[in-house]
């Protein structure tokens, strides 16, 4: 009995002995956790119960240089109710209130909202929601509302807001305006004007505290920011509305008749390099009828570029005094021979004997290959200098992501071979952008001064200019005066008499030249190959006011007019043929009086009606689309375009009361 009494004593003192040392480790543990890792869980409690939450700060606006919105951040509202937080006495008396105010303004009856309000009382539902996707204009009125009006903590309103970034002139031009936003995977990405001038735009974010409530759900903790946001600067752009609606619709209606995969076009205006409009359309798949602003071709996409090239031809050799535009050739039916390699004319049989300057005209291969061939074969590295002097063997140094890079073949690389410079002399065997062409075209046009296009003009906080992009000089003079006056006129002339002759008018003088380039000729045995169609030139030819270039891709081949001249010719002509209507040049216009526009006579007809104090919407029906939009422009009204061809239906009906606030839009046929 002894000995068993021994070994229960023996039992008892070892479990006091565990329970002693359980007590000395939870008494060790308590202790570190207060003082040692106190700070360390107190904080984490706090920050899974008090965060700081990012506001946003609004985004700066994209302008066009009229004052048109061409980007710009609609804030949209959510609110909720925290049932729990009102005290009873706020609660009941401003119940009824309430809800007869949120039946009033969000049109559902007032027993609704006084049913879900007791509800969510009953259940300490702490957010209910009351109303989504409401503008800043009806957030300021809700909040103002009975038991809304004493705040967050005393009413229990919660608000919560997003942004939208919005293209008030639509697809106009997205590709340029561009954006920025967080991808799927969390990283920030961004193209165009929005991400390559964000630092000015996004501004500074601020800091909300927010407590939460229940799952996934947080309300703020007081009525005032930790970190009040600071909006961003608005951007102006260089791009004119009416120019760039004109160039949008002129290219999209070439692509769809052609039936074409994509093209752009872009107006820059001669004396300053600022880029008025600039549209790049193209198909997501081959068998698409509709056209979309995906990638930035006039940027973005270095091709061989044909015909347009032969301009570089005639700056070297008249400025390097090889020989003047006099000099006579003989085309040799049409076909030579360089290594087994044949150069042809597009005209069959060849132009016979005729001038270096008629040769360009004509476009003809043969005449440029033997002028450039003859003078440089000896020396081809003077011929390539003349072109890395005019900076086409690298970027012009846009502030945009994914500039095209060019490609001049140099002598002595590895890239190099006897038929590399008569096949540079006709644009093959080299590359380059569309807008690298326009601002050699350009820098022809303003008196050889090369200017770097410009898509920004100024950066602005309301009225107070931040900072000012002035003209960029590239290169003060690309060549003599006196070769700037021949090929002026040789340029004129491809209007007037040569490839571009379909183009010419009578009524305004154009200065351009026609390009046709085959793409792929080399690859898959052929089967790839397709054409690229394009214009280049500027308007007025005696005093430039603009320059512009329309690039053509892979136009349907059926009907055998493929050419420049029939294919992005004609959207030349029409940009120049509108920017003429609306400012015409006295000196070329002839009997305007006479061809007075529906434009005009709507815009003289509402003049009459405002003078006589009546400030109503004109009637556009019938109208050409630019000439609406040019006359809607003049009444300082903001426009949205659907479609292409005449209006058929007009948003806001005719006879309507004047309302500048207010976008009209404009449905064409």
């Known amino acids: 009995m002894a000995v068993e009494d021994k070994h229960i004593s023996y039992r008892i003192y070892l479990v006091a002995f565990s329970i002693f040392l359980m007590t000395m480790a939870i008494t060790f543990k ?21 965060r700081n939450f990012v506001i946003p700060a609004n985004k700066g606006n994209i302008y066009s240089s009229d004052g048109s919105l061409l980007a710009t951040s609609i804030p949209n509202y959510n609110i909720r109710f925290d049932a729990v937080a009102p005290k009873s006495v706020a609660f009941e008396k401003n119940v009824q209130p309430l809800a007869d105010s949120l039946a009033k303004m969000l049109s ?38 009975p038991l809304f009006n004493l705040g967050a903590n005393k009413g229990g309103m919660i608000t919560e807001q997003e942004t939208v970034r919005e293209h008030p002139i639509g697809k106009i031009a997205e590709r340029t305006i561009g954006y920025d936003r967080i991808d799927e995977s969390g990283i920030r990405v961004g193209k165009g004007i929005e991400w390559s001038f964000r630092k000015y735009l996004n501004g500074k974010d601020g800091k909300v505290l927010k407590q939460k409530i229940a799952k996934g759900q947080w309300k703020p903790i007081r009525d005032v920011n930790e970190v009040d946001p600071q909006d961003g600067y608005d951007v102006i752009s260089t791009i004119d509305v009416y120019i760039q609606d004109i160039a949008h619709h002129a290219l999209l209606k070439q692509l769809k008749e052609f039936k074409a995969e994509h093209g752009c076009v872009v107006v820059m205006e001669t004396k300053t390099g600022k880029i008025k409009a600039i549209s790049n359309l193209g198909k997501l798949k081959e068998t698409d009828s509709t056209y979309f602003e995906t990638t930035n071709y006039a940027i973005a996409e270095s091709h061989e570029p044909g015909s347009t090239f032969k301009l570089v031809d005639m700056i070297a050799l008249l400025d390097d005094n090889k020989i003047d535009t006099s000099k006579v050739y003989d085309s040799k039916g049409g076909i030579i021979d360089y290594r087994g390699n044949k150069v042809r004319d597009s005209h069959e049989g060849g132009y016979g004997k005729i ?34 002097r005019m900076g086409l063997n690298k970027p012009l ?56 296009p410009q898509f920004v003009s100024e950066i602005k906080e309301w009225n107070k200019t931040i900072k000012t992009y002035n003209k960029e000089v590239i290169n003060p003079k690309i060549c003599s005066d006196e070769t700037i006056l021949k090929l002026r006129a040789v340029l004129q002339n491809v209007v007037k008499k040569g490839t571009g002759s379909k183009l010419y008018s009578k009524d305004f003088s154009m200065a351009g030249k026609t390009g046709t380039a085959q793409a792929n000729y080399g690859k898959n045995g052929g089967n790839d190959k397709h054409y690229i169609s394009s214009f280049v030139g500027f308007f007025p030819a005696e005093n430039p006011k603009y320059s512009c270039i329309v690039v053509v891709h892979k136009p349907n081949t059926s009907g055998n007019n493929y050419y420049g001249a029939d294919v992005a010719g004609p959207v030349f002509k029409r940009i120049a043929q509108k920017i003429f209507t609306d400012s015409p040049s006295t000196n070329e ?38 000439d609406a939009v040019a006359l809607l422009g003049n009444l300082k009204l903001k426009v949205k375009v659907i479609g292409i061809g005449k209006v058929k239906k007009q948003s806001i009906p005719a006879g309507q009361s004047l309302d500048k606030n207010k976008t009209i839009i404009l449905e064409l046929s």
């Open 30 to 50: 308590l202790t570190k956790i207060q003082w040692s890792e106190g700070d360390y869980y107190r904080k984490l409690a706090k920050e899974r119960t008090v």
């Open 108 to 145: 559902k009856p007032s027993s609704f909202y006084h049913t879900q309000l007791r509800m969510a009382r009953a259940n300490k539902n702490r957010y209910l929601l009351i109303a989504r996707d409401l503008s800043y204009t009806e957030y300021i009125k809700i909040k103002g509302f």
């Open 355 to 388: 001038s270096l300057a008629r040769g360009f005209e004509v476009s003809s291969n043969t005449i440029m290959v033997q002028a450039v061939y003859e003078n440089y074969k000896n020396n081809p590295q003077q011929f390539v200098d003349r072109i890395d």
């Open 397 to 452: 140094g846009l502030p945009f992501q994914g500039e095209g890079k060019p490609y001049i073949p140099q002598p002595g690389d590895k890239h190099w071979s006897a038929i590399s410079l008569p096949w540079m002399a006709f644009g093959y065997g080299v590359s380059v952008t569309p807008l690298q062409t326009l601002t050699l075209y350009n820098a022809i046009a303003n008196n050889g001064e090369m200017i770097k």
């Open 589 to 626: 216009i002839k009997n305007l009086n006479k061809k007075i526009s529906k434009q005009e006579v709507a815009y003289d007809e509402y003049k009459i009606k405002s003078n006589s104090g009546i400030k109503v919407i004109p009637n556009l029906k019938g109208m050409s689309g630019m």
